[in-house]
C-alpha cells in the first residue's frame, strides 16, 4: 500500500491565487506538501490539493486506502517533483 508523509513543517496550506485570463475565472489553489514513499531509497516530494474549508493533514505517516482515486488522473514531473492534482486520500490510519 501507498504510504504518504507528512512532517511538521509541512503542516500548513500554501495557497497560490492564478489571475483570470481570457474568458477562465481568477482561482485560488490550495496545497499541501507531502512525500509520498515509492518503493524507493527516498520518498517523493507531491502536493495535495486542499479543498476550500478542507483542513490541513497533520503531521504522521498516512497509508493510502486501495481504493484513493486521482480525479484529473494527471501527474506531472517538474524538477524532481511530483505534482498529483485532485488526490484523494482515504486512510487506514495514521501513525505519528
Keep these: ?8 513543517e509541512d503542516e500548513r496550506i500554501l495557497t497560490r491565487n492564478i489571475p483570470a485570463k481570457d474568458d477562465r475565472p481568477a482561482r485560488e489553489i490550495r496545497e499541501q ?4 514513499h515509492l518503493g524507493g531509497k527516498f520518498p517523493v516530494e507531491m502536493k495535495l490539493q486542499i479543498e476550500e474549508g ?3 493533514y497533520a503531521a504522521g505517516l498516512y497509508t493510502v486506502l486501495s481504493h484513493a482515486r ?5 501527474k506531472r514531473q517538474y524538477l ?7 488526490i484523494y486520500l ?3 490510519g495514521r501513525r505519528s
Design 80 to 86: 524532481g517533483t511530483l505534482s498529483a492534482y485532485k
Design 33 to 36: 506538501i507531502a512525500y509520498a
Design 54 to 56: 478542507q483542513p490541513h
Design 1 to 8: 500500500m501507498l504510504k504518504i508523509e507528512i512532517f511538521e
Design 90 to 92: 482515504p486512510i487506514a
Design 70 to 74: 486521482v480525479l484529473a488522473s494527471e
